[in-house]
């Protein structure tokens, strides 16, 4: 059972673009629902986050967008960079602290 | 302040063989956790704790036990080592700012099981 599941799997973006990456869970307990960015033999860190009370959060080029009806979140990359080129994973919290990630999305952005 | 370390960054088992996987924080955070991360399946949470001398189950918990001595360490043991724990294992220690729970993540202990 697959508490959020994210797409696309992967994404190429050219450089300047717009990079969309959406989500869907299951669990209406879960009331934290962060971002984290991945870049090769890295550990995840954290990008954004947003509570279910919000319904949009903006932090530089990177843009939550939150659903809570849908049960729908999404992740907005502006003017899309070379350095953005990683794998990023939507996740939901429970208690602020059990977080069940999404199974990622390659993001690819060409020069 | 060196974050989150793990040990080893690589190791290679034989079926049946047990190890324990190391993970440490200096940075006083109550809340640590284990995470495997396979191809496609994102990461998936191992084990939790909330504190010293408290663990939890996550997703995915069998065939490997954890325990939590001191707020700093929080150490995953695999058992009986089986070709499907082959993967790269994540730990992560969580700080509560507000509402907003920040985990950091260590670099990642890689985990090949013959």
């Known amino acids: 059972q697959q508490q959020v599941k994210q797409s696309p799997q992967s994404l190429i973006v050219q450089k300047g673009g717009i990079s969309i990456i959406n989500c869907a869970y299951e669990?209406?307990?879960?009331?934290?629902f962060p971002w984290y960015q991945q870049f090769p033999g890295k550990g995840p860190a954290l990008l954004i986050a947003?509570?279910?009370?919000?319904s949009e959060k903006k932090e530089g080029r990177f843009t939550i967008s939150f659903n809570k009806s849908a049960k729908q979140f999404s992740l907005h990359i502006m003017d899309s960079q070379p350095g953005d080129s990683a794998t990023y994973f939507c996740?939901?919290?429970?208690?602020?602290?059990?977080?069940?990630f999404g199974a990622g999305t390659r993001l690819f952005v060409k020069a | 302040n060196a974050g989150v370390t793990q040990t080893p960054k690589f190791q290679v088992l034989k079926t049946g063989q047990s190890m324990t996987l190391q993970c440490a924080q200096d940075?006083?955070?109550?809340?640590m956790s284990w995470y495997r991360q396979d191809p496609g399946m994102g990461l998936r949470l191992i084990h939790y704790?909330?504190?010293?001398?408290?663990?939890d189950q996550g997703e995915v918990p069998n065939g490997y036990n954890v325990s939590r001595s001191t707020t700093e360490d929080f150490p995953l043991r695999l058992l009986s080592a089986a070709p499907s724990q082959t993967s790269v294992y994540f730990c992560?220690?969580?700080?509560?700012?507000?509402?907003?729970?920040?985990?950091?993540f260590g670099p990642g202990t890689r985990l090949l099981v013959l």
């Open positions: 992560a220690s969580s700080l509560l700012q507000g509402f907003q729970e920040t985990q950091y």
């Open positions: 669990n209406t307990a879960f009331d934290y």
């Open positions: 947003i509570r279910p009370d919000v």
């Open positions: 996740a939901g919290g429970t208690g602020g602290f059990k977080t069940i």
């Open positions: 940075m006083n955070h109550e809340y």
């Open positions: 704790s909330v504190g010293a001398g408290i663990t």
